[in-house]
């Protein structure tokens, strides 16, 4: 069975205090790893997709990276406005014509002015 | 500008009652998804759909249904509310087998 786990569940950062978010997965056959942001009250938006060990991903303040075992979603200088919650979800696996992706928890970042 | 609607964004019912939440898109999409999303969850699969007359069951799909007539709608229905199911409920679509989700806005389904 796939398994996808985010950490930390909540992070509290002060602007500008750059850090990072870990999504781990076990999946046999990767066929992409998602990055999605989601404010409250909101659907979840599309960030990033990596699909393979080494890629890389920039927009803005924010950086993916993905190896065999597990994506970072760096987050440099951060802003009040980046508050929210990061969802990883991975996808592996062909399901009757598909591929199904399959969410990690999120991690909730509060950033502080 | 292409779009995917979710209606209502809140609804409020009792135990036993059947509900449908709607879901429309305009991306011509082929693949459709309904998640629910409970603190301490995520995000959880309840039900698909690759195409018209096509649906699949996801991993939490027991006490719902859906169908697919047409392209743009797959509608969510509860047969018979529970209290466990109230929950805050995602559509999402996808134009390729591999691509990313475009989710709606969410409905807020309270069962009391």
């Known amino acids: 069975e796939d398994q996808v786990t985010q950490s930390p569940e909540a992070l509290r950062l002060q602007e500008g205090e750059s850090s990072s978010l870990n999504c781990s997965y076990t999946?046999?056959?990767?066929?992409?790893l998602f990055w999605y942001r989601q404010d409250p009250g909101k659907g979840p938006e599309f960030l990033f997709t990596?699909?393979?060990a080494g890629e890389e991903k920039e927009k803005e303040r924010l950086k993916a990276t993905l190896t065999k075992k597990e994506s970072f979603l760096h987050i440099t200088a951060p802003k009040p406005e980046d508050s929210a919650t990061y969802l990883c979800?991975?996808?592996?696996?062909?399901?009757?014509?598909?591929?199904?992706?399959?969410f990690g928890r999120g991690t909730s970042l509060i950033v502080h002015p | 500008d292409a779009e995917i609607t979710q209606s209502p964004r809140h609804k409020i019912t009792e135990t036993g009652r059947q509900v449908t939440l709607a879901c429309h898109q305009t991306?011509?999409?082929?693949?459709m998804f309904w998640y629910r999303q409970d603190l301490g969850h995520g995000l959880r699969l309840i039900h698909y759909?690759?195409?018209?007359?096509?649906?699949n069951k996801g991993e939490v799909s027991d006490g719902y249904s859906v169908s697919r007539s047409n392209t743009e709608d797959l509608p969510l229905t509860l047969e018979s509310a529970a209290s466990s199911q109230t929950s805050v409920y995602f559509c999402?679509?996808?134009?390729?087998?591999?691509?990313?989700?475009?989710f709606g806005e969410g409905s807020r389904l309270t069962v009391l």
């Open positions: 999402a679509s996808r134009g390729t087998n591999t691509g990313e989700l475009f």
């Open positions: 999946v046999s056959g990767l066929r992409g």
């Open positions: 990596l699909y393979s």
């Open positions: 979800a991975v996808q592996a696996g062909f399901t009757g014509g598909s591929y199904i992706p399959t």
């Open positions: 991306w011509n999409h082929n693949n």
């Open positions: 759909s690759y195409g018209v007359q096509d649906t």
